[in-house]
C-alpha cells in the first residue's frame, strides 16, 4: 500500500510539474487564427532559418571548442594545464546575455577597439570593414562561449578515461596520432560528446537575450513579440509548440547519440599517463586552451568590475539590495522545491521502480529540454483558468472579489522555474541515491521502517553532498533565467537577471554592471563544482 502511495505520489507530483508542456502540445491541436496566418506567410521562415542556423552554428563552434581543449587536458602535459583543467569552465558561470552586452560595448563603431585601431591606423568610417557584432555570426559567437563548457566537461571525462586508453593501444600497434584519434578516441567518446551537444543546442534554442539585443528573430524572440506585440496568446502557443517539436528532435538524437555508451572490461578506467609537449607545441597547446577562457570570462569579467568600480548601479543601496532579495528570494524558494520534489521521485524510485514511477520520472523532467519562454507561455493560460474558476466560484457564492490569484505573482513565477530545473536537482539526487548500497534499505525495511523514515533517517543524511550541489545548482539556474522571469513577473518586480536585461536594453552596460557581476560571481562556485563532479575519477551520473 505503501508503495502505491509513493507511485501515486509521484505521478502528480510529475503531472502538475510538467502542465505547461502539455498545454503548449495541446496549442498544436487547436484552429489557427488570422495571425498565426500572417506569422506563417511572413516571419515564420525566417524564425525557422534563423533557429538552425544558430543551432548549426554554435554546435560545430563549441563542439570544436570543447573537443579540442578537452582532448589537449585530458592526455597532453604542458604548462598550466592543471589550473586550465577547472578554469575552462568558467565561461559556464556567465549568463550569455551578459557576454553579448560586453562584446558589444567593446566591439561596436564607439567602442574602445574600433576607436583605437581608427586613432592607430588614421582612417575614417569607411575606409575600414569590420564584422558586425549584431548579427547571426555575433550571436553565434557569443553562445558558443559560454557554452562549450557544456561538451568539454563530457568530453574530458570520456578522453581521460577509456577514449584516452583505447588511443594509446593504437599507438603502440602503429597508428599515427591522427588515425588514432579520428579512427579510436572520438568515436569512443562520441556518446559523451552527443550527450554535452544536445546541451549546448537546447540552451541554443532557450536563448532570449542574447537573439534579442543582437536582432535575430528566431521562434524564442517570436514567442515574445506575437504575445507581447500583437497580444495573440494562441499564435503564440502555437509558435512554441512548433519550438517544442524542434526540442524533441535534439532530444530524440541525444538519445541516439548515447546508444551502445557501454564500459569496455578490457580497457582500464584508469587515466593513463599524459603525453608531455615540449617546445613551441606545448606554448601552442596552452595557448589554445587559455584562449576560450580568456575570451569567454576574463575579458567580461574585467570589463564588468571595471564598471561595477568606476560607474556601478546609480540605485547600488537600497534598491539594489531589493533587486538582490528578490532574486535570492524566488531562487532559494525554487531551489528548496526543487530538491525536496527531486528527493521525492528518487525515493519514489527507489521503493517502486515500475513503469508508473519511471513515467513519472520523465515527466517531471521534460523542463530542463525547454525554453523558459514556452513553458512560460504555457503556464499563463491554466493558470489564467484556474484564478477566473476559483474566482468565479467566490464572487457567486460568497460575494469575494479576490482578482488573480497565482497569475503575475511569485507563485508562478517560482513553478516555472521548478519546471524548468527539476531536472538538474534530480540529476544531483539521483546520482547521491545511487552511491546508497541498496542493503541499508532491506535492512531498515526489515527492521519495519517505512519508507519515508527510510528517506529522512538513511537516505537524506548519506546525500546531504548531493543535496547540497542539487540547491546550488538549481539557485544559480534561476538567478541566471531571463525569458520566464520577464514573462511571469508580478508588475514591479525585478530581479538581478531583469536589471541587467532592462539597463544593457538601453545601452547602459556600465550601469548594468554591478547586477551581471554579481550573477557572474555567485554563478562560478557551480561551475566549478561541476568540474570536480565530471573528474575522471568521479563516478558518472546516471541520466533519469
Same mark, same amino acid.
Given at each position: 500500500m505503501r508503495a502505491h502511495l509513493w507511485r501515486v505520489g509521484g505521478l502528480v507530483a510529475a503531472g502538475i510539474v510538467a502542465l505547461p508542456v502539455f498545454t503548449v502540445l495541446g496549442s498544436l491541436f487547436f484552429r489557427s487564427g488570422e495571425t498565426?496566418?500572417?506569422? +506563417?506567410?511572413?516571419? @515564420?521562415?525566417?524564425?525557422l532559418a534563423n533557429t538552425v542556423l544558430l543551432m548549426l552554428g554554435v554546435g560545430l563552434l563549441a563542439g570544436v571548442i570543447? *573537443?579540442?581543449?578537452? %582532448?589537449?587536458?585530458?592526455? #597532453?602535459?604542458?604548462?598550466?594545464? +592543471?589550473?586550465?583543467? %577547472?578554469?575552462?569552465?568558467?565561461?559556464?558561470?556567465?549568463?550569455?546575455?551578459?557576454i553579448a552586452y560586453v562584446y558589444t560595448d567593446l566591439l561596436e563603431y564607439a567602442?574602445?577597439?574600433? /576607436? !583605437?585601431?581608427?586613432?592607430?591606423? /588614421?582612417?575614417?568610417?569607411?575606409?575600414? /570593414?569590420?564584422?558586425?557584432?549584431?548579427? @547571426?555570426?555575433?550571436?553565434t559567437v557569443m553562445l558558443a562561449l559560454v557554452l562549450y563548457p557544456y561538451v568539454y566537461l563530457l568530453a574530458?571525462?570520456?578522453?581521460?578515461?577509456? !577514449?584516452a586508453a583505447m588511443f594509446e593501444a593504437a599507438r603502440v600497434l602503429g597508428a599515427s596520432p591522427r588515425r588514432a584519434f579520428y579512427s579510436i578516441a572520438?568515436?569512443?567518446? +562520441?556518446?559523451?560528446?552527443?550527450?554535452?551537444l544536445a546541451l549546448v543546442l537546447m540552451e541554443t534554442v532557450a536563448d532570449y537575450g542574447v537573439v534579442d539585443y543582437f536582432g535575430v528573430a528566431t521562434f524564442t524572440t517570436g514567442i515574445f513579440r506575437t504575445?507581447?506585440?500583437?497580444?495573440? +496568446?494562441?499564435?503564440?502557443?502555437?509558435?512554441?509548440? $512548433?519550438?517544442?517539436?524542434?526540442?524533441?528532435?535534439? *532530444?530524440?538524437?541525444?538519445?541516439?547519440?548515447?546508444?551502445?555508451?557501454?564500459?569496455?572490461? *578490457?580497457?582500464?578506467?584508469?587515466?593513463?599517463?599524459?603525453?608531455?609537449? #615540449?617546445?613551441?607545441?606545448? $606554448?601552442?597547446?596552452?595557448?589554445l586552451c587559455l584562449a576560450p577562457v580568456v575570451l569567454g570570462f576574463a575579458v567580461p569579467f574585467a570589463v564588468l568590475a571595471h564598471y561595477a568600480f568606476t560607474v556601478g548601479d546609480? &540605485?547600488?543601496?537600497?534598491?539594489?539590495?531589493?533587486?538582490?532579495?528578490?532574486?535570492?528570494?524566488?531562487?532559494?524558494?525554487?531551489?528548496?522545491?526543487?530538491?525536496?520534489?527531486?528527493?521525492?521521485?528518487v525515493s519514489a524510485q527507489r521503493a517502486s521502480s515500475g513503469p508508473v514511477t519511471r513515467f513519472s520520472v520523465r515527466m517531471a523532467?521534460?523542463?530542463?529540454? &525547454?525554453?523558459? !519562454?514556452m513553458l512560460a507561455v504555457g503556464l499563463l493560460v491554466p493558470l489564467t483558468a484556474f484564478d477566473k474558476t476559483v474566482a468565479g466560484f467566490l464572487a457567486r457564492n460568497f460575494d469575494l472579489q479576490v482578482g488573480l490569484l497565482l497569475t503575475g505573482s511569485a507563485a508562478a513565477l517560482i513553478f516555472a522555474y521548478l519546471a524548468r530545473f527539476l531536472t538538474v536537482a534530480y540529476n544531483s539526487c539521483h546520482a547521491g541515491m545511487e552511491r546508497v548500497h541498496q542493503n541499508l534499505d532491506a535492512v531498515a525495511r526489515s527492521l519495519g521502517a517505512t519508507p519515508g523514515r527510510v528517506l529522512r533517517e538513511i537516505h537524506t543524511p548519506l546525500m546531504r553532498g548531493a543535496v547540497a550541489t542539487a540547491l546550488l545548482l538549481v539557485f544559480i539556474d534561476v538567478l541566471k533565467e531571463l525569458p520566464a522571469t520577464l514573462i511571469l513577473r508580478p508588475f514591479n518586480f525585478e530581479t538581478l537577471a531583469t536589471r541587467v536585461y532592462r539597463l544593457a536594453s538601453d545601452e547602459r552596460l556600465a550601469e548594468a554592471s554591478t547586477a551581471a557581476l554579481a550573477i557572474v560571481a555567485m554563478g562560478t562556485l557551480p561551475a566549478l563544482l561541476l568540474v570536480r563532479g565530471t573528474a575522471p575519477s568521479a563516478r558518472p551520473r546516471p541520466s533519469p
Open positions: 498565426w496566418a500572417h506569422l +506563417r506567410a511572413t516571419v @515564420l521562415p525566417d524564425y570543447g *573537443v579540442g581543449t578537452a %582532448w589537449m587536458v585530458a592526455t #597532453k602535459e604542458f604548462p598550466g594545464r +592543471r589550473w586550465l583543467t %577547472w578554469a575552462l569552465a568558467l565561461p559556464l558561470a556567465a549568463p550569455a546575455y551578459v567602442g574602445p577597439v574600433q /576607436s !583605437a585601431l581608427r586613432e592607430i591606423t /588614421s582612417w575614417e568610417a569607411g575606409d575600414y /570593414s569590420f564584422p558586425p557584432v549584431r548579427s @547571426l555570426g555575433g550571436a574530458r571525462t570520456a578522453f581521460a578515461t577509456q !577514449a572520438l568515436p569512443a567518446a +562520441r556518446p559523451a560528446i552527443a550527450g554535452g504575445w507581447f506585440a500583437l497580444g495573440d +496568446r494562441d499564435a503564440a502557443m502555437q509558435l512554441a509548440g $512548433l519550438l517544442f517539436l524542434l526540442v524533441a528532435v535534439l *532530444v530524440v538524437a541525444e538519445h541516439y547519440g548515447r546508444r551502445g555508451r557501454f564500459d569496455n572490461p *578490457v580497457s582500464r578506467s584508469a587515466p593513463p599517463p599524459p603525453e608531455e609537449l #615540449k617546445g613551441h607545441r606545448a $606554448l601552442l597547446a596552452a595557448a546609480p &540605485l547600488l543601496g537600497r534598491s539594489f539590495a531589493d533587486f538582490v532579495q528578490a532574486s535570492f528570494g524566488v531562487a532559494g524558494a525554487t531551489a528548496v522545491l526543487a530538491a525536496g520534489l527531486a528527493l521525492w521521485l523532467t521534460l523542463g530542463y529540454a &525547454l525554453p523558459g !519562454a
